[in-house]
């Protein structure tokens, strides 16, 4: 069992930054992997970017690459998100995730997931 708790959401405006970070409980967070999704008013959750528990390999949704940046530290049971350049259209509720299948983008495959943090970028 893995408990999740996201934090680090606000209001910033466009060109900003935020960490996002996700708390895990438990003893085996680092067998893993981890996943954060976003979902806003009206659209169905989406893949942002997930990060492998072995070699801690990371893959991103085109919409953020070269502007957010996943991360984990094993030792305290936290993984991140640092969101940068933000964009009006980044606007949502950002969930992380925890599961063990390779599917790291599919939502489905996920065990666990966290309350979620509101981002909400003015223009």
């Known amino acids: 069992q893995v408990q999740l708790v996201e934090s680090g959401g606000g209001l910033v405006q466009a060109g900003g930054s935020l960490r996002l970070s996700c708390a895990a409980s438990?003893?085996?967070?680092?067998?893993?992997?981890i996943g954060w999704f976003r979902q806003a008013p009206g659209k169905e959750r989406e893949f942002v970017a997930a990060i492998m528990w072995i070699r801690t390999k990371s893959y991103y949704a085109d919409s953020v690459k070269g502007r957010f940046t996943i991360s984990r530290d094993n030792a305290k049971n936290t993984a991140y998100l640092q969101v940068n350049t933000l964009k009006p259209e980044d606007t949502a509720v950002y969930y992380c995730a925890a599961g063990k299948s390779p599917d790291y983008n599919n939502y489905a495959q996920y065990d666990y997931w966290g309350q979620g943090t509101q981002v909400t970028v003015s223009s």
């Open positions: 438990g003893r085996t967070f680092n067998t893993y992997n």
